[in-house]
C-alpha cells in the first residue's frame, strides 16, 4: 500500500503563487513517474505536470512556463511551483505515484486550489 498526502492548498488572487506537495508512504521500494491532476468542477481530471525518477518533466499546454514540477527521491515527495496562477487554475489538484514494481499507480486525496480574479 501507499499513501499519498497532499498539502499546500489555498485560495489567492490572480498572478498569486502556490506550491504543492505530495509525500509518499508505505510499503515500496521506489516510486517511478510522479504526477499532478486537476479537476474543475464539472470538468474532467486532466494532467497538469509529471517528472520521472530520473527527473525528465512534462507539462500541460496551459501551464507550461508557469509551473514547475520537483521531486525529492530521498523524501519520496514531489512539488508544483505553481507562479503567474489564473482563475482558471481553479480546482481540486491530486498527486499520482507509479509503484513500478506492481505498474499500479496510486491517487491522494486532493487538495483544493481556488483563484480569484
Known amino acids: 500500500q501507499v499513501q499519498l498526502v497532499e498539502s499546500g492548498g489555498g485560495s489567492v488572487q490572480a498572478g498569486g503563487s502556490l506550491r504543492l506537495s505530495c509525500a509518499a508512504s508505505g510499503s515500496f521500494v521506489s516510486l517511478g513517474a510522479m504526477s499532478w491532476y486537476r479537476q474543475a468542477p464539472g470538468n474532467k481530471r486532466e494532467s497538469v505536470a509529471s517528472i520521472t525518477s530520473s527527473g525528465s518533466t512534462n507539462y500541460g499546454d496551459s501551464v507550461k512556463g508557469r509551473f514547475t514540477i520537483s521531486r525529492d527521491n530521498a523524501e519520496n515527495t514531489v512539488y508544483l511551483q505553481m507562479n503567474s496562477l489564473k482563475p482558471e487554475d481553479t480546482g481540486v489538484y491530486y498527486c499520482?505515484?507509479?509503484?513500478?514494481?506492481?505498474?499500479?499507480?496510486?491517487w491522494g486525496q486532493g487538495t483544493q486550489v481556488t483563484v480569484s480574479s
Open positions: 499520482n505515484a507509479l509503484v513500478v514494481v506492481i505498474n499500479r499507480g496510486y
